[in-house]
């Protein structure tokens, strides 16, 4: 695999960073996932604003290649001859050559720029979204800032483990009573017909898929609510589900093993999944 390390286009056993980095020592990093589908990228657009702001929300110089990250992101799918997949890209703030809380001086340290991508094919037709995702629910003790999208990502690991040790798929996390969201997705609930998902705040990280969603639903004269709502609420929901840029829309069938209408992913979830591909690979560039 080519990856893409601060100009470079480089074998992946070649590319090195800094172990002074400070993705490395204090997750002083931001990151996006955007898909591939047919070689072309799912709602770029969307992934390098949410970048921008991320870099200015934590005082990080922008890479030097800020403005040739299109063509870096097409020439790693050419290179790599991704049809379907994904493309990691990471912003970290780089390293003085030492550890020091304090953030190093912008104008000598540079930050590191690193792209790779994950061929997955058939990623537009996982089984998945057939059987549908069970849920746990566990407390969200994130920190304040969930609108940033950093690499702090250990929290969220340690979800999908429980998770995983309860039989389920994922986990949603809870606050205050209120489900914030998944580990790596936005949650959603349908109940008559209407979309309910949590409102934008620094509680949730405003998902690219999330926006492109709930315009199509908006769109096809669905109803959406965007407000909390309960574990509880959910359970009883007709049903649910997910959106992230690798799942699209994922269908949720279980929530602390409550089985949501008859089990099977719901028909909001399934039109919504099918609008969502049909119209952002129109949009793909
Ligand atoms: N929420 C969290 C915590 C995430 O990690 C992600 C994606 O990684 C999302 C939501 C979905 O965001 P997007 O649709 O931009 O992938």
């Not at 770029?44 to 702001?53: A, C, I, S, V, W």
């Not at 792209?115 to 537009?124: E, V």
Request: glycine residues 8%.
């Amino acid at each position: 695999r080519t990856v893409y390390l601060n100009g470079e286009y480089l074998p992946e056993t070649e590319a090195r960073v800094s172990i002074f980095d400070r993705a490395f020592l204090m997750a002083d990093g931001v990151y996006e996932v955007t898909s591939v589908l047919g070689g072309k990228l799912i709602d770029f657009e969307g992934h390098l604003k949410r970048l921008e702001r991320s870099l200015n929300e934590l005082d990080m110089p922008k890479p030097e290649a800020f403005d040739e990250l299109l063509d870096i992101h097409r020439e790693l799918v050419r290179v790599n001859d991704i049809d379907d997949g994904l493309i990691y890209l990471q912003v970290t703030r780089g390293s003085d050559g030492d550890r020091d809380f304090a953030f190093p001086d912008p104008e000598t340290t540079a930050p590191t720029l690193v792209l790779f991508t994950q061929s997955k094919p058939g990623l537009a037709n996982s089984p998945q979204a057939e059987k549908g995702l069970k849920i746990i629910s566990i407390d969200d003790v994130r920190w304040g800032r969930r609108d940033i999208k950093t690499v702090q990502l250990l929290y969220p690991s340690m979800g999908k483990m429980m998770a995983k040790k309860a039989g389920c798929d994922d986990a949603w996390m809870v606050e205050d009573g209120h489900v914030t969201e998944g580990t790596s997705n936005n949650a959603y609930i349908v109940k008559g017909g209407r979309i309910i998902t949590r409102q934008l705040s620094n509680d949730i990280l405003h998902g690219i898929t999330r926006a492109a969603v709930l315009r199509f639903a908006r769109e096809a004269q669905m109803e959406v609510e965007e407000r909390p709502f309960t574990i509880e609420e959910a359970k009883t929901a007709d049903e649910a589900f997910v959106t992230s840029a690798s799942a699209f829309v994922m269908p949720v069938v279980e929530i602390d093993g409550a089985s949501l209408g008859d089990g099977k992913p719901g028909p909001v979830a399934r039109r919504l999944r099918e609008i969502y591909l049909e119209e952002s690979l129109k949009k793909a560039i």
